[in-house]
C-alpha cells in the first residue's frame, strides 16, 4: 500500500517562481493537512482539507494556496516563491478527527 | 496563547529507561498525541491520550494529565533505532494540532 505520495522530494526554485507540491493518498481519508518543518519549530498548519471540495486556513497560510477537486488529490501551490518559503513540507490524512496522520515523506523546499 | 514546550535533546544509554516530557497549554483539549521522526523521515504515530492515566504499548508508554497539562512519553529497553525525534502534539477544541519542536533522543552504546 503506497499510503501518501509526496512529489517531487526535493526542489530547487528560484524567487518569484511558482511552484505545485502535489500529493496523492490511496487510503480514501476524508482529511488532508498541509504542514512545513523548520528546524526549531514545531510542525505549522498551512491549509488543510476535510473532505473534498472543502478546504481551510491553518496557522501559516500566507503565499500558499489549495484545492480539493477529489478525495485522493490536495495540491499545494507557491503563486510566487520566496526565501522564507525554503522548508520540508509534508502532506498528512486522516480517517477523522481526532485520529492518527498519515505523513507523506516531505518535500524539501529551498527558494533561492 | 497556545504552546507546547518538551526538552530539546535528550542522551540515553541502550537498554535504558527514558522518560521525555510535555507540557501543553491549549484552548479546549480534544487529546494528545506522539509521534516519533527519524533523520530525514516522515513522523509517525506513537500513541493517542485524552483521559488521565498511562496507556501501554510494547516497550512504549504514554501518561496524561489533564489537570496539569502534562503528558510524557516512556521508552524502555532502548534501543540504537529508538534514536529519533519525538513530537509532542495536543489539539485543540477546534480540533488542529499544536505541536512541540521535538525531542532529539540520541542513544548511546
Known amino acids: 500500500t503506497a499510503g501518501i505520495t509526496q512529489a517531487p522530494t526535493s526542489q530547487i526554485l528560484a524567487a518569484g517562481r511558482s511552484m505545485t507540491l502535489r500529493c496523492t493518498q490511496d487510503?480514501?481519508?476524508?482529511?488532508m493537512y498541509w504542514y512545513r518543518q523548520d528546524l526549531g519549530l514545531g510542525l505549522r498548519l498551512i491549509h488543510y482539507s476535510n473532505t473534498a471540495g472543502t478546504t481551510g486556513k491553518g496557522e501559516v497560510p500566507d503565499g500558499y494556496s489549495v484545492s480539493r477537486a477529489n478525495t485522493d488529490d490536495f495540491p499545494l501551490t507557491l503563486a510566487s516563491a520566496v526565501p522564507s518559503q525554503t522548508s520540508v513540507y509534508f502532506c498528512?490524512?486522516?480517517?477523522?478527527?481526532?485520529?492518527?496522520?498519515?505523513f507523506g515523506e516531505g518535500s524539501r523546499l529551498t527558494v533561492l | 496563547g497556545q504552546n507546547i514546550d518538551q526538552p530539546t535533546e535528550m542522551t540515553a544509554t541502550e537498554g535504558a529507561i527514558v522518560q521525555i516530557n510535555c507540557t501543553y497549554q491549549t484552548s479546549g483539549f480534544n487529546g494528545l498525541f506522539w509521534y516519533q521522526q527519524h533523520a530525514g523521515e516522515a513522523p509517525t504515530f506513537l500513541s493517542y491520550n485524552v483521559l488521565d492515566g498511562l496507556e501501554e504499548k510494547g516497550r512504549f508508554s504514554s501518561f496524561l494529565s489533564r489537570s496539569k497539562g502534562y503528558s510524557y512519553l516512556l521508552l524502555k529497553e532502548l534501543q540504537m533505532k529508538d534514536s529519533a525525534s519525538y513530537l509532542c502534539?495536543?489539539?485543540?477544541?477546534?480540533?488542529?494540532?499544536?505541536w512541540g519542536a521535538g525531542t532529539k533522543l540520541i542513544i548511546k552504546p
Open positions: 487510503m480514501r481519508h476524508n482529511a
Open positions: 502534539a495536543a489539539m485543540d477544541s477546534n480540533y488542529q494540532l499544536i
Open positions: 498528512a490524512s486522516s480517517a477523522r478527527s481526532p485520529g492518527e496522520l498519515f
